[in-house]
């Protein structure tokens, strides 16, 4: 009779070769040829890292550049937006939560405990680097005025990615209590899925995020700069160095407008170009956006993309999916198991510990 550990730990293996190669042609592929910003690339190959040939995939579907200059009309439908925000929040929650994952797991902390710290990190660095410190130039310039802007979308994003991740993560490691240690791949193959459905159900919150203009979604250095700003400023910022600067490139254009993924963000607020053509009434200029031809056509109204009550409805829904993911766990596995839980003597590898009822 086939041993079900063995294929389980046969198909890890091969999840992760696939996976490797996912993220070697996903890396190769932001940093030679998609003229993604930075942070995107770093959030792109993180993600494939924990979500493998999926992540690829997607990667491939919603932002590799198709042909040269096409990148910035490519990205630009709103389902390509959500995806570009919910890969950018999954890339700084995700690698927060599985790094608390292997402290604590690494411990021996209960998992009630565990799942305390996982949120605490996750949420901490997806705000506090992947957001405000990474994103500060598109927020502003400003690091604490990133981090004003940033809290909100980023809190419901992060219970989002926990409402789908904290199920997944307490009943595979109540059924094997390997997948709690570092050290197994079980443990690897646990966070991988735990972080693929996170990032399924943080995505349709992501598309609404992004339509509201409480969050940014995909661009091109051609339009937003390496940072998310004016490529002009980078390129002053660099003469005034002393260093070379880089040549200019060029935007995508399509008739008298550019084509283009204007940032999306709460910072519309610039003087409005009533003149651009295509500008609708009432339209402002994105920041860094100011005196280039054609790009008031792609900034977003000044007017909140979303009322009070939407936004406070948006965030009962956030927290109403957490508990419901807690409530699974609680009711499918154990929340006061721990990684260093004494095994009864004879007890076979992989069987709960001593004391502990095995869940069928």
């Known amino acids: 009779?086939?041993?079900?550990?063995?294929?389980?730990?046969?198909?890890?293996?091969?999840?992760?070769?696939?996976?490797?190669?996912?993220?070697?042609?996903?890396?190769?592929?932001?940093?030679?040829?998609?003229?993604?910003?930075?942070?995107?690339?770093?959030?792109?190959?993180?993600?494939?890292?924990?979500?493998?040939?999926?992540?690829?995939?997607?990667?491939?579907?919603?932002?590799?550049?198709?042909?040269?200059?096409t990148h910035e009309a490519f990205?630009?439908?709103?389902?390509?937006?959500?995806?570009?925000?919910?890969?950018?929040?999954?890339?700084?929650?995700a690698t927060g939560v599985i790094v608390a994952a292997a402290v604590t797991g690494t411990l021996g902390l209960r998992m009630w405990q565990d799942l305390i710290g996982e949120y605490a990190f996750g949420f901490g660095f997806g705000l506090f680097v992947f957001q405000a410190l990474f994103m500060r130039d598109m927020l502003g310039g400003s690091y604490a005025r990133a981090l004003r802007l940033a809290?909100?979308?980023?809190?419901?994003?992060?219970?989002?990615?926990?409402?789908?991740?904290?199920?997944?993560m307490v009943v595979l490691m109540s059924r094997d209590m390997r997948a709690m240690k570092p050290t197994s791949s079980r443990f690897w193959g646990v966070m991988a899925l735990a972080a693929l459905v996170g990032g399924v159900l943080a995505y349709p919150l992501n598309v609404w995020l992004?339509?509201?203009?409480?969050?940014?979604?995909?661009?091109?250095?051609?339009?937003?700069?390496?940072?998310?700003?004016?490529?002009?400023?980078?390129?002053?910022?660099?003469?005034?160095?002393?260093?070379?600067?880089a040549a200019p490139m060029p935007a995508m254009h399509h008739g008298a407008d550019v084509?283009?993924?204007?940032?999306?963000?709460?910072?519309?607020?610039?003087?409005?170009?009533?003149?651009?053509?295509?500008?609708?009434?009432?339209?402002?200029?994105?920041?860094?956006?100011?005196?280039?031809?054609?790009?008031?056509?792609?900034?977003?109204?000044?007017?909140?993309?979303?009322?009070?009550?939407?936004?406070?409805?948006?965030?009962?829904?956030?927290?109403?999916?957490?508990?419901?993911?807690v409530l699974l766990a609680a009711l499918y596995g154990d929340l006061t198991m721990r990684a260093a839980m004494p095994m009864a003597p004879g007890t076979p590898a992989g069987a709960a510990p001593h004391g502990m009822p095995m869940r069928m």
């Open 1 to 69: 009779m086939r041993d079900p550990g063995r294929v389980i730990d046969a198909a890890l293996l091969a999840w992760f070769a696939l996976t490797a190669l996912s993220a070697a042609y996903v890396a190769w592929d932001a940093w030679q040829r998609t003229p993604e910003m930075t942070v995107m690339k770093w959030g792109w190959l993180l993600v494939t890292l924990y979500t493998g040939p999926v992540g690829a995939a997607v990667y491939v579907l919603s932002c590799q550049e198709p042909a040269p200059g």
């Open 75 to 93: 990205v630009k439908p709103l389902w390509k937006q959500g995806l570009g925000s919910t890969i950018h929040c999954l890339a700084g929650d």
């Open 151 to 168: 809290f909100l979308p980023e809190w419901l994003s992060m219970n989002a990615v926990m409402a789908g991740m904290v199920p997944v």
């Open 210 to 245: 992004v339509a509201a203009r409480l969050k940014h979604g995909m661009g091109t250095v051609r339009v937003l700069g390496e940072g998310g700003h004016d490529p002009a400023a980078e390129r002053r910022t660099t003469e005034a160095a002393g260093e070379p600067a």
């Open 259 to 325: 084509v283009a993924a204007a940032p999306v963000s709460t910072l519309a607020t610039a003087a409005p170009a009533p003149n651009a053509p295509g500008t609708a009434a009432g339209a402002a200029e994105t920041p860094g956006m100011a005196g280039r031809p054609g790009m008031a056509a792609m900034a977003m109204p000044a007017t909140p993309g979303a009322t009070r009550a939407q936004i406070v409805a948006v965030t009962v829904l956030s927290l109403l999916a957490l508990a419901a993911g």
